[in-house]
């Protein structure tokens, strides 16, 4: 973990000191690392027996569960929208 977050220090540090560059295709590299990672992440899933063997109950906790924070997460837009941004 705490690779990760030096990581993801080092970038924060990296861009803020490279600000002023312009970058070319920047964010096709970036969306191009995101595909790859996400490719990884299928095949390391699929490889998994027991993920595989559990689909249908994990399944149904993954739709339970993003429902459920999503349903939150307009609530609480919705709340802000209405303290902060809705005219009077």
Do not use: P
């Not at 000191?17 to 070319?24: D, G, H, L, M, S």
């Not at 993954?62 to 009077?88: L, N």
């Amino acid at each position: 973990m705490l690779i990760v977050i030096g990581l993801m220090f080092l970038g924060v540090l990296l861009g803020y000191r490279f600000r002023e560059r312009k970058w070319k295709n920047l964010q096709g590299w970036i969306s191009g690392a995101i595909f790859l990672l996400l490719f990884l992440l299928g095949i390391t899933v699929g490889a998994n027996g027991d993920i595989m063997d559990n689909l249908e109950s994990i399944g149904l906790e993954a739709f339970v569960i993003t429902s459920a924070a999503v349903a939150g997460s307009v609530f609480c837009a919705w709340i802000v929208y209405k303290f902060f941004f809705h005219e009077r």
